[in-house]
């Protein structure tokens, strides 16, 4: 124990007189620590840490795929059927969703609602902070309405008095009793903002009625020991059952999911998290390779040093011990400041992270982050530590040739692994930047300047009728077309690029004069639709191929007409003329029994999201009529105001907000410019390609100060045989030259290799990309010859200083 | 062939000046075999590496066969250097990584001189010093009086009229330092000027004349008795 505390004590002493080289190292590790540290916090959430549900690997959403909604997903009438027969899971439960809900009290507040089964805590197994949860009787119709709160809104609301419980809120204008507190950490498996829990009121009396009833997302909590496949197979006979009820067109594309709530919540975000914990990792294998490369440099400085150590009775394992505990020592110094780094550069991350990334806001720099943060570091210390270490002291007695040469490869080896590994991050960061652009510049078929959108959702209670709504709408576009300096303005449920609420299968329209789509074709597909009024077109600056827009004679409650996009219409009437053609739809919607007119073909638009395919669509004119097919959709209280306006967008948007205000002052508004939302849905990729562009810059100075490290040693190790050169005649010019291809083997080797390592990646990469290939050879070659330009700079300044070298001195180094 | 006119070298240290040459005033002609000689410290290399065109941080005159190499600027001074002069050193400066040949080749290679006349030349040089055997050799696998042979070869090969030696046996054995100072002597006779600093009377007796240096200051010139500066000889 002395002997290590003496080897402390030598260590810091060392590092003290060498206050450069320790300053180098440290700055190394440290970057190299804090980036891969950061990202660790930052991916930890969505990859490693537990659920905030006891048992969550046995927690599971479970439910039927079918094309026309989002997600597994059952009916209710399913539901209900299933919890009866199923055997496959302990607890079963089910949600209706989250949805807004007025706060309508001294001062209102609009809400997020999650309606829930009343086994949905007890199969989470979530106990209330305060209270109890809903029993079965008030998950009942027209029981009487009770709620649990979120933590926040109890801490915001309430000031988190106990006294809380028993108390009534007017939620949608109906009493509601408070019975419990979420506890504090609660999120819904959704990751959907929750406020309230409330119990969705599911009437059992549809199955035995054999109505199918609304949508509900299905959760599951395994039997212990039993795992989420095996409860999928379980579920088989109910699922085939399901099949068998389901119209004959749907039968081959509807599948069973049974899935983890992790998967459910980070599915397509996990891939981008390994990529970027992977990419950390490699970051800080560069910062070991150039901490381990300016230890080998400060090896062969102190070899005289350590032989006399080894020639006074210092056995290897001391020795070994003594520089491993240097190597220790540097790694925890370079702990301690990378900690501090990943502190602020989570920070900066979090503060420019989009919204919708599971937990993200979560992330800190913690305890266990620490813990990490040690152990990595501990492990660089090692890693970077071994191999000067290991030096024999016999080795160090005389200039032994071949340890030189040893180290010699060993140095150039590690730089070519640097070199490798980073033109692997720089072609991932490139591919990620280049994809970014693409989905920012794709044709969206729209025109999106000088557009400001305001969307908002009617409350429920106030604007519970088709009658209510409608009166809203209609009076709400006239204020807005009546607003000054709108040059026009329209209404709709949803704008493009979003991909729109509603859609229809193919099989249900029926086009004149064309056979009806085969069974055996399935439903052949989505279509997208909008309502939208008639000015919906000029405002987005849509290209309309053949016919006419709507006009306001077709908002007539008689008037049954429709414009389809490009590939609809090619869909539906393969090579004929669609205009004047009518379209049927096998519905039993009322609102969509009469056939409907082709009057108009608009150019596609993508309508798929941001790197989606433009896909078929139609489009129905609101009608002034509470029959319109809208209407008939649980979601008819939401809208979009579209104004196209010359005037600042800051000016439009305020006007828009007043607009709304005057019909109904408590109906909150979110009013931002079109350019601004569809750049927001790109946030997430910007998102990624910004970490990625981060560590590659680390992992690329990393990378230089590498090579310059090497060719700096190189220079002084050189110096008497640049001497001798020079004595015999070589230039300047020459001697740089030298160096600087000397590197730039080792250089070049590391670029090949890494092109290589570019090319497996792509793989993996290829389905985080949008409209260019993982392999792309100029992103390939740009991101190869990048790094060449940086490395063979960082090379070239080092080597310069041969410039310098008096041939004279060096010669004396006799 | 070299006439340097009060010549003086000097280096800027924290205590002061430090003089290593002063007022040298010096001729040699074609074909002189030159020794110079004097105590550690008495400036012998330090003029070695004027006469060599390696230091130019001097001041006087120097003349380079009616060329005012005081005049020149420093690329033409090294372009001088490398059309005129060979170095021989102590501890034969060979390059370990390189082989006999690759060694041999090294001033060529700095030369616009074509690929196959450089390796005809190599060749020359290998017969002529009868190292045709160790060609392929490094030089941590010959002798010294090998190695030192391979940096004569070196030296010579570009066939300069000027070869400067510092200390050329200085590592070897009498055996293998009589075998090169033959060498010396063999190529002093077919034309190549020689200056040599040495510390050995031995060698010295191969050269035609001796320079003593002492403290910086010309003190003999078997030559010219009269070139020395006896006062400051004295002063010393």
């Known amino acids: 124990m002395k002997g290590i505390l003496q080897d402390i004590h030598y260590a810091l002493r060392q590092l003290r007189r060498s206050p450069k080289f320790a300053a180098l190292s440290i ?65 079963f439960s089910s949600s209706s969703g989250v949805s807004d809900c007025d706060l309508t009290e001294e001062h209102p507040v609009r809400l997020a609602c999650a309606a829930v089964d009343s086994s949905f805590l007890s199969t989470f197994e979530i106990q209330p902070l305060l209270g109890r949860n809903f029993n079965p009787q008030e998950d009942r119709p027209n029981a009487a309405k009770v709620a649990l709160i979120s933590y926040p809104l109890w801490q915001d609301r309430f000031a988190a008095e106990r006294s809380v419980l028993g108390r009534n809120l007017s939620i949608d204008g109906q009493q509601t009793e408070i019975i419990g507190v979420l506890p504090r950490d609660f999120e819904f498996p959704t990751l959907a903002h929750t406020d309230l829990l409330i119990p969705q009121a599911l009437d059992e009396s549809i199955v035995a009625r054999h109505i199918l009833g ?138 420019l992270a989009p919204a919708g990334i599971p937990r993200l806001s979560q992330a800190s720099v913690d305890v266990r982050i620490l813990g990490i943060a040690l152990v990595l570091s501990l492990l660089s210390g090692i890693l970077f530590g071994t191999a000067p270490a290991l030096e024999r002291p016999t080795q160090m007695l005389s200039v032994n040739i071949a340890a030189g040469v040893r180290q010699g490869r060993l140095r150039q080896a590690l730089l070519v692994a640097q070199v490798c590994s980073t033109v692997i991050l720089l072609t991932s960061a490139l591919l990620f930047v280049r994809s970014l652009r693409n989905l920012q510049t794709q044709p969206l078929g729209i025109n999106t300047q000088n557009i400001v959108t305001a969307n908002f959702t009617l409350g429920q209670q106030k604007y519970a009728t088709a009658k209510q709504r409608l009166a809203f709408f209609e009076a709400l576009e006239s204020k807005v077309r009546a607003l000054p300096g709108i040059g026009s303005a329209a209404l709709a449920d949803s704008i493009p690029p979003r991909v729109p609420p509603r859609t229809m299968p193919f099989f249900a329209l029926q086009a004149e004069g064309q056979p009806p789509l085969s069974i055996s074709d399935g439903i052949g597909g989505v279509v997208a639709w909008r309502s939208v009024t008639p000015d919906y077109f000029s405002v987005l600056g849509m290209s309309l191929l053949r016919g006419r827009a709507f006009g306001e004679q077709d908002r007539a409650p008689a008037s049954h007409v429709i414009m389809v996009n490009q590939t609809l219409a090619r869909r539906l009437f393969g090579n004929e003329e669609a205009l004047g053609k009518t379209i049927r739809f096998h519905t039993d919607r009322d609102a969509l029994s009469a056939p409907f007119t082709v009057i108009g073909i608009t150019a596609n638009t993508q309508n798929q999201g941001l790197g989606g395919e433009a896909g078929p669509e139609y489009y129905m004119v609101r009608r002034h009529t509470e029959n319109d097919v809208v209407f008939n959709y649980p979601d008819s209280q939401r809208i979009t105001i579209l104004a196209r306006s010359a005037m600042q967008s800051d000016t439009v948007q305020q006007q828009l907000r007043q607009a709304v205000a005057m019909l109904d002052p408590t109906v909150p508004v979110e009013v931002s410019t079109l350019g601004q939302t569809i750049s927001r849905m790109a946030e997430r990729p910007r998102f990624s390609a910004a970490l990625l562009s981060f560590l590659a810059a680390v992992g690329l100075l990393l990378t230089a100060v590498g090579i310059y490290g090497v060719v700096s040693l190189l220079v002084n190790q050189r110096t008497q045989e640049i001497g001798i050169r020079m004595a015999l005649g070589a230039s300047r010019q020459h001697v740089i030259g030298m160096m600087v291809w000397h590197a730039s083997s080792w250089i070049a080797l590391g670029a090949v290799l890494g092109t290589f390592g570019s090319l497996l990646a792509s793989r993996w990469l290829g389905s985080l990309l949008f409209g260019i290939r993982a392999n792309d050879p100029g992103t390939l070659i740009t991101a190869a010859l990048a790094l060449v330009a940086v490395a063979m700079a960082a090379a070239w300044i080092p080597a310069r200083r041969t410039a310098k070298v008096d041939p004279m001195i060096a010669l004396r180094y006799e | 062939m070299i006439q340097l006119k009060s010549l003086e070298r000097s280096y800027k240290t924290p205590a002061g000046q430090t ?163 033959e060498l010396f002597r063999e190529l002093n006779q077919q034309g190549t000027t020689i200056i040599q600093v040495t510390h050995s009377e031995v060698n010295a007796g191969y050269g035609s004349r001796t320079i003593q240096l002492r403290d910086g200051w010309m003190v003999g010139d078997t030559a010219n008795p009269s070139a020395a500066h006896p006062a400051e000889v004295s002063a010393s």
């Open chain 1, 214 to 351: 609304g949508v509900v997302r299905v959760f599951g909590r395994t039997k212990p020991g039993q795992t989420i496949e095996q409860a999928k197979a379980e579920l088989q006979p109910q699922f085939n059952s399901f099949v068998q009820m389901a119209p004959p067109e749907f039968r081959k594309v509807l599948r069973l999911e049974v899935r983890s709530i992790r998967d459910l919540q980070i599915h397509d975000s996990r891939r981008a998290a390994w990529l970027l914990l992977l990419s950390a990792l490699a970051v800080l294998a560069i910062a070991c390779a150039n901490a381990a490369n300016l230890a080998l440099a400060r090896s062969a400085a102190r070899r005289q040093d350590l032989a006399v150590r080894a020639a006074l009775g210092a056995g290897r394992v001391r020795l070994f011990r003594q520089r491993l505990i240097e190597s220790l020592m540097l790694a925890l110094f370079g702990c301690i400041a990378g900690t501090a780094l990943a502190s602020v550069i989570v920070h900066i991350f979090v503060a």
């Open chain 2, 19 to 181: 003089w290593v040459l002063r007022r040298i005033n010096l001729e040699i002609r074609e074909g002189e075999f030159i020794t110079i000689m004097g105590p550690s410290g008495a400036g012998k290399s330090s003029l070695l590496n004027v006469l060599a065109l390696l230091d130019d941080a001097w001041e006087g005159e120097y003349w380079f066969r009616d060329m005012a190499v005081h005049d020149l600027k420093r690329k033409q001074r090294a372009e001088l250097a490398k059309k005129n002069t060979g170095m021989v050193f102590q501890s034969y400066h060979l390059l370990d990584d390189l082989t006999v040949q690759e060694n041999i080749d090294l001033p060529l290679s700095y030369k616009d001189i074509p690929r196959r006349e450089r390796q005809g030349l190599v060749a020359d040089t290998l017969d002529r010093f009868q190292i045709v055997g160790k060609k392929d050799l490094y030089p941590s696998q010959l002798s010294g009086g090998q190695q030192q042979l391979v940096g004569i070869a070196r030296a010579v090969i570009h066939k300069p009229p000027l070869l400067l030696a510092d200390e050329p046996t200085g590592n070897l054995h009498s055996t293998q330092a009589k075998e090169i100072m």
């Open chain 1, 27 to 91: 700055a190394t590790l440290a970057l190299g620590i804090g980036a891969a540290t950061a990202m660790f916090s930052l991916i930890d959430r969505v990859i490693f840490r537990s659920l905030p549900y006891p048992h969550d690997q046995r927690l599971a959403s479970v439910g039927v795929v079918a094309p026309i909604i989002d997600g597994e997903f059952l009916f209710a009438g399913n539901y209900l059927e299933w919890k009866q027969q199923q055997r496959a899971f302990a607890g």
